[in-house]
């Protein structure tokens, strides 16, 4: 009798017991391959110029992400704080904070070994930055002209095109 009361809890607890840790293995990596992910995003574009809009994506989460860090959350709000500050007067500070933060969340996703050197590594071909001079000379040059231009003007004598004026 004392048996088959053990083996029907057996058969009962046992399955639910599987199901929990499995629910508790699968949240646990979601949350695991968040951090990662985040990680990965903030360090692809630690030194993009313009900001790229997946670095800001990924800085507006890390208060979600990283909730149960609070050394990690903590760095972001020092840097976030830098990141509003005079530009000029805390470009150093912003750096050397950013560089914080990145290596503490590098401590958190398993990549000891990875150091703030390492993490300030950052390669940036030069045509990358010729063609960012180029596109901010057009569109400077486009501005100006637009600035410039009180109205634009059709001229019905060479077949309707437009001109500015």
Same mark, same amino acid.
Do not use: C
């Given at each position: 009798?004392?048996?088959?009361?053990?083996?029907?809890?057996?058969?009962?607890?046992?399955?639910?017991?599987?199901?929990?840790?499995?629910?508790?293995?699968?949240?646990?990596?979601?949350?695991?391959?968040?951090?990662?992910?985040?990680?990965?995003?903030?360090?692809?574009?630690?030194?993009?110029?313009?900001?790229?809009?997946?670095?800001?994506?990924?800085?507006?989460?890390?208060?979600?992400?990283?909730?149960?860090?609070?050394?990690?959350? #903590?760095?972001?709000?020092?840097?976030?704080?830098?990141?509003?500050?005079?530009?000029?007067?805390?470009?150093?500070?912003?750096?050397?904070?950013?560089?914080?933060?990145? #290596?503490?969340?590098?401590?958190?996703?398993?990549?000891? #070994?990875?150091?703030?050197?390492?993490?300030?590594?950052?390669?940036?071909?030069?045509?990358?930055?010729?063609?960012?001079?180029?596109?901010?000379?057009?569109?400077?040059?486009?501005?100006?002209?637009?600035?410039?231009?009180?109205?634009?003007?059709?001229?019905?004598?060479?077949?309707?095109?437009? #001109?500015?004026?």
């Amino acid at each position: 009798m004392f048996l088959n009361l053990i083996a029907i809890i057996a058969i009962i607890v046992g399955p639910v017991a599987a199901v929990m840790i499995t629910l508790w293995h699968q949240d646990r990596k979601q949350k695991i391959d968040a951090k990662k992910r985040l990680f990965l995003s903030l360090m692809a574009h630690r030194k993009a110029l313009p900001p790229n809009p997946e670095w800001v994506n990924a800085l507006n989460v890390i208060d979600v992400v990283f909730a149960d860090h609070p050394n990690v959350v #903590s760095l972001w709000h020092e840097y976030y704080n830098l990141l509003h500050a005079d530009m000029e007067k805390t470009q150093q500070q912003r750096e050397h904070k950013y560089l914080e933060m990145l #290596s503490a969340m590098a401590n958190v996703v398993g990549y000891k #070994s990875l150091s703030q050197t390492d993490i300030d590594k950052f390669y940036f071909p030069k045509a990358y930055g010729d063609q960012l001079e180029i596109n901010a000379k057009v569109q400077k040059e486009f501005l100006r002209v637009l600035e410039n231009s009180a109205r634009f003007v059709l001229d019905k004598k060479r077949g309707g095109h437009n #001109s500015l004026q």
